[in-house]
Every structure is written in structure tokens, then in C-alpha cells.
């Protein structure tokens, strides 16, 4: 596909993607207002996307990310080409967990609906608790604070928990606790609480939790009972959200964009929000 067929069917792609979630919540004038603030206007979308390159943070046990360039130069007709391969584990970056992950009989990658990767932006910020307690998890009653303030979480929405750990990216040592490869005896960073997400899961309607951190679950976890239940629901995640800091409370349309790969327990993914 050309470049401008591939931007026009990621336009059309968009609209119609849009236009399903508004009209989910009933609310008609969402698909224009969303997809006039996408057109030609950048200063409307944040990118939630840490790029992937030699620095991009991985669990600990896991390989980098690698890209080499095969081709790079002019060739003998006289013209520019290049290209390049890469490798990656699915989990780590800017990246989706499918429910596979933790859940033998859950959705891999390409079985996820469409549906699943858009919905309005709940930020919920718990970077008070994690000041002087890197371990410190999102509870139910910031989620009730949070209600108080900015109205019940509505139907569809995809849930940010926000703890500021993207101040550390890409400093393996602060982000994840430990820059030592294989030890994961010493991870220390914030996470969503089992109760605040049993919540989520049973008192409303959330298609996605998303985090600024490595993991749904706080590093010292070692039985992750979050994605268990999370995931273990057929529901999806999104971590190591780059930009959080950057998001209104409420407003924001999240996109995630995952790379469809058949039965893949994850996969690095393209997130952005469109600002009211
Ligand atoms: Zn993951």
C-alpha cells in the first residue's frame, strides 16, 4: 500500500473506530468533534508511545529490542532505499497484554476486538502514595476521591493509573528497581491494588487498565494476582504508558494500537490519546 492509501485507511480506520465508541455512550457529536481535533492538528494528540530502541526497558528476564539495518544506501538504479529487521519480546515497551498472558484459555493478540483498543481516558493519579513508597498501589478509595471529583467512571473507559513512574524511563535501575539482568527479587515500582481492580471489574464497566509503570502489578508482586483477575476476565492491559503526566483527569480519547500477532500473548503497540 502506498503511503498516502495507508494514511487515508488509518484516517478512515479512525473515524469509524471512534464512531462505534461514541455511539456506544450515546453520545453522536463525538465521531466529528474527535476526528476534526485528529486532522491536521498534532498539538490535540498525545503520544503515549516510548520509541523502541536499544534502551527500551524489558522485564528483567527478557532479551532487548533489536533493529538492524539490512540496506541503507544508494543503489545502482540511482536511487535512495533502505530496510531493516527487528526483534522484540511482547512484553515490554509501550505494549498490550492480551488476556493469553495469564489466562490459558484468554484472547491472544489477534483475537481481541477492535473495541477493546479505544474508550475515554480515566486518570486516576496515585503518585502521592508512591513518593516515599516505590511498592505503593492504586486503592478503592482513590477511586472513590476520583468519582467525588470528576463524575462515576463511565462505561468503556480505559483506566490510567497514574503513579509518575515515567520520570525514570529509561533508567532501568529507578523504573524498575533493578537493572540486573534475571533478578527480579529486587523490583520495586507502583501498581493497581487487587481490591481497587476487583472494583473496577465488578462495580463498573472498564475495558482496559493502563499504567505508567512496567506492570499492572507493583514490582514487589510475586504472584500477580492483578493480571490474574484482570486478565483472567478477558479483559486487556496497556503498560509502560509513555506521557501519563501530560493527560487530563478526564476528556481524553485513548487509541492502542497493538500489532496483530496471532496467537500472541501481547505486543508492542502504537497509544495515543485525542485531547477534548
Ligand atoms: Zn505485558
Not at 27 to 50: C, H
Not at 52 to 73: C, L, N, Q, R, V
Amino acid at each position: 500500500m502506498s503511503m498516502v492509501g495507508a494514511a487515508s485507511a488509518m484516517a478512515v480506520l479512525l473515524v469509524a473506530m471512534v464512531a462505534g465508541n461514541a455511539q456506544a455512550q450515546g453520545d453522536l457529536s463525538n465521531p466529528a468533534r474527535i476526528a476534526g481535533a485528529v486532522v491536521g492538528d498534532s498539538t490535540k494528540i498525545i503520544d503515549l508511545t516510548y520509541s523502541f530502541d536499544a534502551s527500551t526497558i524489558y522485564w528483567p528476564t527478557e532479551g532487548g529490542f533489536e533493529h538492524k539495518f539490512e540496506k541503507f544506501g544508494m543503489q545502482p538504479g540511482g536511487y535512495f532505499y533502505s530496510s531493516a529487521r527487528f526483534a522484540a519480546p511482547e512484553h515490554g515497551g509501550t505494549h498490550m497484554d492480551a488476556p493469553l498472558h495469564f489466562n490459558r484459555n484468554g484472547m491472544s493478540v489477534d483475537q481481541v476486538p477492535m473495541s477493546y483498543f479505544v474508550g475515554p481516558a480515566v486518570v486516576i493519579d496515585f503518585s502521592a502514595g508512591s513518593l516515599n513508597y516505590p511498592d505503593a498501589t492504586m486503592t478503592v478509595e482513590e477511586i472513590h476521591a476520583y468519582e467525588r471529583t470528576h463524575g462515576e467512571i463511565p462505561s468503556g473507559a480505559i483506566v490510567v493509573g497514574r503513579s509518575g513512574w515515567g520520570r525514570f524511563w529509561p533508567d532501568k535501575k529507578h523504573y524498575l528497581g533493578s537493572d540486573k539482568p534475571g533478578d527480579v527479587a529486587h523490583l520495586h515500582f507502583p501498581g493497581f491494588s487487587p481490591e481497587a481492580v476487583k472494583f473496577l471489574l465488578t462495580d463498573r464497566n472498564v475495558m482496559a487498565l493502563a499504567i505508567d509503570t512496567a506492570s499492572l502489578d507493583p514490582g514487589n508482586s510475586k504472584d500477580f494476582p492483578v493480571h490474574r483477575m484482570w486478565l483472567g476476565a478477558n479483559r486487556v492491559g496497556f503498560e509502560n504508558l509513555a506521557n501519563a503526566d501530560k493527560l487530563p483527569f478526564s476528556g481524553a480519547t485513548i487509541f492502542c494500537i497493538p500489532m496483530k500477532i496471532d496467537k500472541g500473548t501481547g505486543a508492542p503497540a502504537r497509544i495515543f490519546a485525542v485531547l477534548p
